[in-house]
């Protein structure tokens, strides 16, 4: 069973606001990703961490940055939201070992809305 | 570049119906292949996934196998339930990459 942990898992906030969502992991796994899900189900990496102090941005451009700052912690923050940051946001982690025992290992999610 | 092409829902069976969800894929080299599941409400779970061509994944009924020469990964079952209701996933993993690329999600619901 996956450890991995997102608070809140609900948010509506004013536009202008920061945000900071939460995830954790408790698997000791090197990689962590966010993924951001449009209504139509469309999965899009925004951004990915190979360990600590390193992060990556993903394939689809987003305004979010994110730290990482210990080997659980993934947060991802929202300087200034806006109502087209509205969407689910997905965290994962993995930790490669071979080819056959690797997998992604998904949170519960955070969905967003932005008034 | 790598990708994945899954069949667009929404689809709608009946209970005790049979399911396929067709995959295929474009990468270089001999990826890994898998489906993930969404249930309402929830983050993906693993659902079963194939290594090398040939291998055949399976889980709670469903069955896929990693088809080289036609490039696909279908996914089936032999009679769906009610509570198989959820988001179909397919995706890969190029050799040498810590990323999934991920087919875009087909929503599935069964009803009684």
């Known amino acids: 069973e996956a450890d991995i942990y997102q608070t809140p898992r609900y948010l509506v906030i004013g536009t202008g606001k920061k945000i900071t969502l939460e995830c954790s992991q408790t698997?000791?796994?090197?990689?962590m990703y966010w993924y951001q899900q449009d209504p139509g189900m469309e999965l899009h990496l925004i951004h990915y961490?190979?360990?600590?102090?390193?992060?990556e941005k993903g394939d689809l451009s987003s305004e979010s940055t994110v730290s990482r700052i210990r080997t659980e912690h993934f947060p991802l923050t929202l300087e200034s939201a806006r109502p087209s940051h509205t969407s689910q946001y997905l965290c994962?982690?993995?930790?490669?070992?071979?080819?056959?025992?690797?997998?992604?290992?998904f949170g519960p999610g955070t969905r967003l809305t932005v008034t | 570049g790598n990708s994945v092409t899954q069949m667009e829902g929404p689809v709608t069976l009946s209970e005790e119906a049979f399911l396929t969800i067709n995959c295929t894929y474009t990468?270089?080299?001999?990826?890994?292949l898998f489906w993930y599941v969404q249930y309402p409400g929830e983050g993906l779970q693993l659902l079963l996934k194939?290594?090398?061509?040939?291998d055949k994944g399976s889980n709670k009924g469903f069955e896929a196998t990693y088809r080289k020469e036609t490039t696909s990964f279908h996914l089936e079952k032999g009679s769906v339930q009610v509570s198989d209701s959820a988001v179909y996933f397919c995706?890969?993993?190029?050799?040498?990459?810590?990323?999934?690329?991920f087919g875009k999600g087909m929503k599935l619901t069964v009803n009684p």
């Open positions: 994962a982690s993995s930790e490669y070992q071979t080819a056959s025992s690797y997998e992604q290992y």
């Open positions: 990468a270089t080299g001999y990826p890994s």
């Open positions: 698997m000791g796994h090197d990689k």
């Open positions: 194939a290594t090398k061509a040939d």
């Open positions: 961490s190979y360990g600590v102090n390193s992060t």
């Open positions: 995706a890969l993993r190029q050799g040498g990459s810590e990323k999934l690329v």
